[in-house]
C-alpha cells in the first residue's frame, strides 16, 4: 500500500514513521510512504500557502493552488488514489474505516492547517473527509499518522502473526486483556499463576475472560452487539459474567455459532 502525505510540516512526521511496526512494514515493502511538503509547490516568491479568507472572517486559510500542484505532482508519480482530507469536519474515523482504507491501494492524505482549506479543494479533489475524533487538533498531521499506523498493521504480513489483527479482540468490540512481561514477580506483585503455568487451553480462557472484564469495566458501551460462542459463554457463565453482561446490556446475551471459542 502506497501513503502519500501532503502537509507544511513534513518534520512532524518523520520520526514517527521511522520507528517500530511501521519502520518494518516499510523495510519488508508492505508499505511506501511519501511525504510532500505543500510550501514546495507554492505559487508566489514568498511561498505562501495560507492567505485571508474571502469575506473577512477569524484566521487564515490554505490557498488551493499549492495543494492542486502537490496532488497533480502525486499523480505524476502514481495515478490513481483515494484523496482523504483530514478534517474536523470529516467523518468520525472507527475501526471500521480503518478496515475500509486497508482495503485500498493507494491513499493520498492531506493535512489541514490553519482554519481549513479553500472550500474549492474540498469540492473538486477530494474524495472522503475524516476527522479522528470531536477535540481541536492544530492541524491533520497527527490525525494522518493515525490514520497510516491504524491501517498498516492491518495489512496481510504487517504484524509478526498474520492471522493477529483479524483475531485482535477490538475487531470484535472487546478491549485487550492485561499484558505482562518478565520478570515474574515485579516489586513484589506476582504475575496471574495461570499465565506461567503452560496450560493453553486454561491461558486462552483467561485471556478472552480478562478481556471481557476489561471492557466491562472500561467500556461498557462496547458490549451493546456483542456476540459470544457456546464456549466463550460457558467461561463467561462460570464467572457470572454473563448475567451482569445482560444487565449491562439490557438483555440476555446472544449466542453465535459462526465464532471460534477461547
Ligand atoms: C479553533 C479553530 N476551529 C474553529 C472552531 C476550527 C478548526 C480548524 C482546524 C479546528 C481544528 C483545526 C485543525 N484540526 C485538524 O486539521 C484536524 C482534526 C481535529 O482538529 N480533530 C480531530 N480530527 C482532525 S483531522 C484534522
Not at 499463576?193 to 480462557?205: C, K
Request: aromatic share 6%; with cysteine.
Amino acid at each position: 500500500m502506497r501513503f502519500d502525505i501532503l502537509t507544511i510540516f513534513p518534520p512532524l512526521l518523520e520520526s514517527p514513521l521511522q520507528e517500530g511496526i511501521i519502520r518494518r512494514a516499510i523495510q519488508d515493502g508492505k508499505i511506501e510512504i511519501a511525504v510532500h511538503n505543500i510550501r514546495d509547490f507554492a505559487v508566489d516568491r514568498h511561498a505562501m500557502t495560507d492567505d485571508r479568507p474571502f469575506g473577512g472572517g477569524e484566521g487564515m486559510v490554505m490557498k488551493p493552488e499549492p495543494i492542486a500542484a502537490a496532488l497533480q505532482h502525486v499523480r505524476e508519480q502514481a495515478p490513481g488514489g483515494r484523496v482523504v482530507l483530514l478534517s474536523p469536519q470529516g467523518r468520525p474515523y472507527t475501526q471500521q474505516v480503518a478496515l475500509e482504507l486497508a482495503a485500498v491501494e493507494h491513499l493520498v492524505l492531506i493535512c489541514g492547517r490553519y482554519e481549513g482549506v479553500d472550500e474549492r479543494i474540498r469540492d473538486h479533489y477530494v474524495d472522503e473527509e475524516i476527522s479522528i475524533g470531536d477535540y481541536i487538533l492544530t492541524g491533520g498531521e497527527l490525525a494522518a499518522l493515525v490514520l497510516v499506523d491504524s491501517i498498516t498493521r492491518l495489512l496481510p504480513g504487517v504484524l509478526g502473526c498474520a492471522e493477529s489483527a483479524a483475531q485482535d479482540t477490538f475487531s470484535r468490540c472487546l478491549l485487550k486483556n492485561p499484558q505482562y512481561t518478565r520478570p515474574r514477580v515485579f516489586a513484589g506483585h506476582e504475575v496471574p499463576a495461570v499465565l506461567v503455568n503452560g496450560d493453553h487451553e486454561a491461558i486462552a480462557e483467561w485471556r478472552f475472560v480478562a478481556a471481557v472484564q476489561a471492557t466491562m469495566t472500561r467500556r461498557p458501551d462496547l458490549l451493546a452487539g456483542v456476540s459470544f460462542s457456546e464456549k466463550e459463554m460457558a467461561a463467561l457463565r462460570k464467572k457470572g459474567m454473563l448475567a451482569a453482561i445482560g444487565e449491562i446490556i439490557g438483555h440476555p446475551v446472544a449466542a453465535v455459532s459462526g465464532k471460534a471459542g477461547g
